[in-house]
Antibody, heavy 120, light 110 residues
Framework: QVQLVQSGAEVKKPGASVKVSCKAS????????VHWVRQAPGQGLEWMGFINPKSGGTNYEQKLQGWVTMTMDTSVSTVYMELTLRSDDTAIYYC??????????????WGQGTTVTVSS | EVVLTQSPATLSLSPGERATLSCRAS???????LAWYQQKPGQAPRLLIYATSSRATGIPDRFSGSGAGTDFTLTISRLDPEDFAVYYCQQYSNPPPRISFGGGTRVEIK
């Protein structure tokens, strides 16, 4: 079945980097963008950016430019999100797919989420 | 940047009642680029509605979306106990490609 499976929880110190993976299965990897969305404790959803697995192109939320990097490995149908952490980056990080080129924007399959805790 | 404002923040209703959730955008949003999601505690969001009014696969027909321009609405015709959750609207704008979510509406049992 179609699914996105994310890597496990992380605890990091401020200033460190975290790299979260999102492995796709059950569909053609290069047919869908992969977005990253995060949710701080008790808060709403915040879009971080996306990667186009067909081209490798990325677009990041402006305030995260320079802090976040999204990459992929098509050989294992996996997308990665690496973030240099500040104290307010504690959140659940989700990946979600979105079909390329159909004229819509819809995140129709989501990963299970990865909890990243930033603590000194 | 398109800012989405959802209202009310909390909606207290009983099962069987009708729920009407509002999403207002700071500038016009293309109808094919407005979506709604449901999120329950401890779960990832789930796509309900895309392109303003199209139901995602497997979504019951008690969920409907409408609107245009800057004003969009999600309606749940008769609340089922499983519908008590938080609902988010989301838009996509370009160029440059940007996505924003509303702050969410919590639908709680009265």
């Amino acid at each position: 079945q179609v699914q996105l499976v994310q890597s496990g929880a992380e605890v990091k110190k401020p200033g460190a980097s975290v790299k979260v993976s999102c492995k796709a299965s059950g569909y053609t990897f290069t047919d869908y963008y992969v977005h990253w969305v995060r949710q701080a404790p008790g808060q709403g959803l915040e879009w971080m950016g996306f990667i186009n697995p067909k081209s490798g192109g990325t677009n990041y939320e402006q305030k995260l430019q320079g802090w976040v990097t999204m990459t992929m490995d098509t050989s294992v149908s996996t997308v990665y999100m690496e973030l240099t952490l500040r104290s307010d980056d504690t959140a659940i990080y989700y990946c979600a797919r979105d079909r390329i080129g159909d004229g819509y924007n819809r995140m129709d399959v989501w990963g299970q989420g990865t909890t990243v805790t930033v603590s000194s | 940047e398109v800012v989405l404002t959802q209202s009310p923040a909390t909606l207290s209703l009983s099962p069987g009642e009708r729920a009407t959730l509002s999403c207002r955008a700071s500038q016009s949003v293309r109808s094919n680029l407005l979506a709604w999601y449901q999120q329950k505690p401890g779960q990832a969001p789930r796509l309900l509605i895309y392109a303003t009014s199209s139901r995602a696969t497997g979504i019951p027909d008690r969920f409907s979306g409408s609107g245009a321009g800057t004003d969009f609405t999600l309606t749940i015709s008769r609340l089922d106990p499983e519908d008590f959750a938080v609902y988010y609207c989301q838009q996509y704008s370009n160029p440059p490609p940007r996505i924003s979510f509303g702050g969410g509406t919590r639908v709680e049992i009265k």
